[in-house]
Protein backbone atom coordinates (compact mmCIF):
# COMPACT_ATOMS: atom_id res chain seq x y z
CA UNK A 1 0.00 0.00 0.00
CA UNK A 2 1.03 3.57 -0.54
CA UNK A 3 2.72 5.17 2.83
CA UNK A 4 4.04 8.52 3.62
CA UNK A 5 6.83 8.44 6.09
CA UNK A 6 7.97 11.47 8.07
CA UNK A 7 10.30 10.03 10.76
CA UNK A 8 10.60 13.12 12.77
CA UNK A 9 7.69 14.34 14.64
CA UNK A 10 9.64 17.53 16.05
CA UNK A 11 12.98 19.14 14.80
CA UNK A 12 14.35 21.86 16.93
CA UNK A 13 16.73 24.09 15.12
CA UNK A 14 18.15 27.32 15.70
CA UNK A 15 18.24 30.59 13.66
CA UNK A 16 20.37 30.61 10.66
CA UNK A 17 21.18 26.70 10.86
CA UNK A 18 20.39 24.24 7.84
CA UNK A 19 16.99 22.47 8.08
CA UNK A 20 16.23 19.19 6.86
CA UNK A 21 12.46 17.57 7.07
CA UNK A 22 12.31 14.06 5.79
CA UNK A 23 9.84 12.44 3.83
CA UNK A 24 10.10 8.98 2.20
CA UNK A 25 7.28 7.10 0.34
CA UNK A 26 6.36 3.86 -0.42
CA UNK A 27 5.01 3.69 -4.09
CA UNK A 28 6.14 1.64 -7.25
CA UNK A 29 5.34 4.06 -9.93
CA UNK A 30 5.30 7.70 -10.88
CA UNK A 31 4.38 9.58 -7.76
CA UNK A 32 3.56 12.98 -7.59
CA UNK A 33 4.95 14.50 -4.11
CA UNK A 34 4.28 17.75 -2.44
CA UNK A 35 5.00 19.58 0.92
CA UNK A 36 2.48 21.47 2.57
CA UNK A 37 2.86 23.78 5.53
CA UNK A 38 0.51 24.87 8.36
CA UNK A 39 1.76 28.06 10.14
CA UNK A 40 -0.16 28.80 13.94
CA UNK A 41 -3.48 29.93 13.68
CA UNK A 42 -3.63 29.51 9.27
CA UNK A 43 -4.69 27.06 7.03
CA UNK A 44 -2.96 24.35 5.14
CA UNK A 45 -1.27 25.06 2.43
CA UNK A 46 0.83 24.18 -0.62
CA UNK A 47 4.79 24.89 -0.01
CA UNK A 48 6.23 23.28 -2.84
CA UNK A 49 5.85 20.45 -5.53
CA UNK A 50 8.62 17.81 -7.32
CA UNK A 51 7.14 18.63 -10.76
CA UNK A 52 7.67 22.20 -10.61
CA UNK A 53 11.25 21.82 -9.26
CA UNK A 54 10.74 25.29 -7.55
CA UNK A 55 12.36 27.11 -4.32
CA UNK A 56 9.71 29.06 -1.97
CA UNK A 57 10.79 30.54 1.30
CA UNK A 58 14.07 29.52 0.12
CA UNK A 59 13.28 25.87 0.70
CA UNK A 60 13.51 23.47 -2.00
CA UNK A 61 12.78 19.53 -2.11
CA UNK A 62 14.50 17.00 -4.67
CA UNK A 63 12.77 13.77 -5.35
CA UNK A 64 15.29 10.92 -5.35
CA UNK A 65 13.63 7.74 -6.77
CA UNK A 66 16.44 5.36 -5.99
CA UNK A 67 15.79 6.23 -2.38
CA UNK A 68 11.61 7.05 -2.60
CA UNK A 69 12.88 10.52 -0.53
CA UNK A 70 11.41 13.46 -1.14
CA UNK A 71 13.61 15.71 1.39
CA UNK A 72 12.51 19.57 2.37
CA UNK A 73 15.87 21.51 2.84
CA UNK A 74 16.82 25.08 3.94
CA UNK A 75 20.06 26.46 4.34
CA UNK A 76 19.00 29.32 6.95
CA UNK A 77 16.19 28.78 8.61
CA UNK A 78 14.33 31.61 10.20
CA UNK A 79 12.23 31.74 12.76
CA UNK A 80 9.19 32.46 10.41
CA UNK A 81 9.73 29.00 9.21
CA UNK A 82 8.66 27.63 12.23
CA UNK A 83 5.14 25.58 11.42
CA UNK A 84 3.68 22.22 11.11
CA UNK A 85 4.94 20.56 7.52
CA UNK A 86 3.44 17.56 5.79
CA UNK A 87 4.29 15.63 3.08
CA UNK A 88 2.61 14.41 0.11
CA UNK A 89 1.95 11.82 -2.30
CA UNK A 90 -0.53 11.78 -5.17
CA UNK A 91 -0.36 8.51 -7.36
CA UNK A 92 -2.69 7.78 -10.67
CA UNK A 93 -5.09 9.45 -11.88
CA UNK A 94 -8.06 8.44 -9.03
CA UNK A 95 -7.37 11.73 -7.29
CA UNK A 96 -5.77 10.06 -4.77
CA UNK A 97 -3.87 11.96 -2.00
CA UNK A 98 -2.10 11.24 0.89
CA UNK A 99 -0.15 12.82 3.88
CA UNK A 100 2.46 11.90 6.14
CA UNK A 101 1.93 12.70 10.08
CA UNK A 102 3.93 15.67 9.61
CA UNK A 103 6.73 17.43 11.40
CA UNK A 104 6.79 20.20 13.76
CA UNK A 105 9.42 22.30 12.95
CA UNK A 106 10.39 25.09 15.54
CA UNK A 107 13.24 27.51 14.85
CA UNK A 108 14.83 29.27 17.63
CA UNK A 109 15.99 32.58 17.82
CA UNK B 1 -12.91 35.70 -2.72
CA UNK B 2 -13.93 32.67 -0.18
CA UNK B 3 -12.19 29.68 -1.56
CA UNK B 4 -13.27 26.60 0.51
CA UNK B 5 -15.54 27.14 3.31
CA UNK B 6 -16.21 24.70 5.93
CA UNK B 7 -19.57 24.67 8.06
CA UNK B 8 -20.33 24.46 11.29
CA UNK B 9 -16.44 25.37 12.70
CA UNK B 10 -16.92 23.75 15.87
CA UNK B 11 -19.99 21.20 17.39
CA UNK B 12 -20.29 18.98 20.16
CA UNK B 13 -22.32 15.97 19.98
CA UNK B 14 -23.64 13.20 21.93
CA UNK B 15 -22.58 9.34 21.54
CA UNK B 16 -24.90 8.44 19.03
CA UNK B 17 -25.94 11.41 17.78
CA UNK B 18 -26.04 12.24 13.68
CA UNK B 19 -24.84 15.55 12.46
CA UNK B 20 -22.94 16.98 8.33
CA UNK B 21 -20.16 18.66 8.07
CA UNK B 22 -21.03 21.22 5.04
CA UNK B 23 -17.58 21.99 2.51
CA UNK B 24 -18.11 24.44 -0.29
CA UNK B 25 -15.85 25.63 -2.86
CA UNK B 26 -16.27 28.67 -5.54
CA UNK B 27 -13.07 27.75 -7.19
CA UNK B 28 -14.50 25.14 -9.93
CA UNK B 29 -12.64 22.75 -8.70
CA UNK B 30 -13.15 18.74 -9.85
CA UNK B 31 -11.35 17.15 -6.84
CA UNK B 32 -12.92 17.62 -3.24
CA UNK B 33 -11.71 16.00 -0.16
CA UNK B 34 -12.00 15.16 3.44
CA UNK B 35 -9.41 15.00 6.30
CA UNK B 36 -9.37 14.50 9.65
CA UNK B 37 -5.97 15.74 11.89
CA UNK B 38 -5.68 14.04 14.90
CA UNK B 39 -2.40 14.57 17.09
CA UNK B 40 0.87 12.13 16.21
CA UNK B 41 -1.61 11.11 13.17
CA UNK B 42 -1.44 14.16 10.84
CA UNK B 43 -3.95 14.14 8.00
CA UNK B 44 -5.89 10.90 7.03
CA UNK B 45 -8.20 10.65 4.05
CA UNK B 46 -11.72 9.67 4.81
CA UNK B 47 -13.59 10.07 1.40
CA UNK B 48 -12.75 12.57 -1.93
CA UNK B 49 -14.82 12.84 -4.94
CA UNK B 50 -13.26 13.52 -8.03
CA UNK B 51 -16.23 15.36 -9.77
CA UNK B 52 -20.31 16.22 -9.15
CA UNK B 53 -22.15 12.77 -8.57
CA UNK B 54 -18.83 10.15 -7.51
CA UNK B 55 -17.29 9.74 -3.92
CA UNK B 56 -14.67 7.02 -3.38
CA UNK B 57 -13.37 6.00 -0.11
CA UNK B 58 -10.17 7.19 1.55
CA UNK B 59 -7.99 5.69 4.27
CA UNK B 60 -10.14 5.65 6.90
CA UNK B 61 -13.69 5.63 5.52
CA UNK B 62 -15.69 3.60 7.98
CA UNK B 63 -18.20 5.42 10.08
CA UNK B 64 -18.36 8.08 8.04
CA UNK B 65 -20.59 8.92 4.41
CA UNK B 66 -20.44 11.42 1.70
CA UNK B 67 -22.14 13.00 -0.97
CA UNK B 68 -21.10 15.45 -3.86
CA UNK B 69 -24.86 16.01 -5.62
CA UNK B 70 -23.44 19.33 -6.89
CA UNK B 71 -20.11 20.20 -7.87
CA UNK B 72 -19.39 22.73 -5.53
CA UNK B 73 -20.42 21.18 -1.99
CA UNK B 74 -19.51 18.24 -0.46
CA UNK B 75 -20.99 16.94 2.42
CA UNK B 76 -19.49 14.56 5.23
CA UNK B 77 -22.43 12.51 7.45
CA UNK B 78 -21.67 11.33 10.31
CA UNK B 79 -24.55 8.91 11.60
CA UNK B 80 -24.11 7.48 14.48
CA UNK B 81 -21.00 9.24 16.38
CA UNK B 82 -18.65 7.89 18.61
CA UNK B 83 -16.00 9.62 21.21
CA UNK B 84 -12.98 8.20 18.13
CA UNK B 85 -14.54 10.37 15.80
CA UNK B 86 -13.53 13.31 18.00
CA UNK B 87 -11.21 15.39 15.94
CA UNK B 88 -10.83 18.32 13.68
CA UNK B 89 -11.67 18.09 10.12
CA UNK B 90 -10.43 19.55 6.74
CA UNK B 91 -12.07 19.66 3.45
CA UNK B 92 -9.83 20.28 0.58
CA UNK B 93 -10.47 21.24 -3.22
CA UNK B 94 -8.44 21.09 -6.34
CA UNK B 95 -8.90 21.74 -9.81
CA UNK B 96 -6.63 17.61 -10.67
CA UNK B 97 -3.52 16.59 -9.20
CA UNK B 98 -1.49 16.38 -12.19
CA UNK B 99 0.60 18.61 -13.20
CA UNK B 100 0.56 21.93 -11.34
CA UNK B 101 -2.26 20.50 -8.96
CA UNK B 102 -3.04 22.00 -5.88
CA UNK B 103 -4.99 21.36 -2.92
CA UNK B 104 -7.13 24.33 -0.98
CA UNK B 105 -7.91 23.75 2.62
CA UNK B 106 -10.55 25.02 4.53
CA UNK B 107 -10.03 26.48 7.71
CA UNK B 108 -11.28 23.15 9.64
CA UNK B 109 -14.24 22.31 11.80
CA UNK B 110 -13.23 20.86 15.18
CA UNK B 111 -15.81 17.97 16.19
CA UNK B 112 -15.74 16.61 20.17
CA UNK B 113 -18.03 13.36 20.78
CA UNK B 114 -18.85 12.93 23.91
Known amino acids: AQRVTQPEKLLSVFKGAPVELKCNYS??????LFWYVQYSRQRLQLLLRHISRESIKGFTADLNKGETSFHLKKPFAQEEDSAMYYC???????????FGKGTKLSVKP | NAGVTQTPKFRVLKTGQSMTLLCAQD?????MYWYRQDPGMGLRLIHY???????AKGEVPDGYNVSRLKKQNFLLGLESAAPSQTSVYFC?????????????FGEGSRLTVL
Open chain 2, 92 to 104: ASSKSLRGPGELF
Open chain 2, 27 to 31: MNHEY
Open chain 1, 27 to 32: YSGSPE
Open chain 2, 49 to 55: SVGEGTT
Open chain 1, 88 to 98: ALSWGSQGNLI
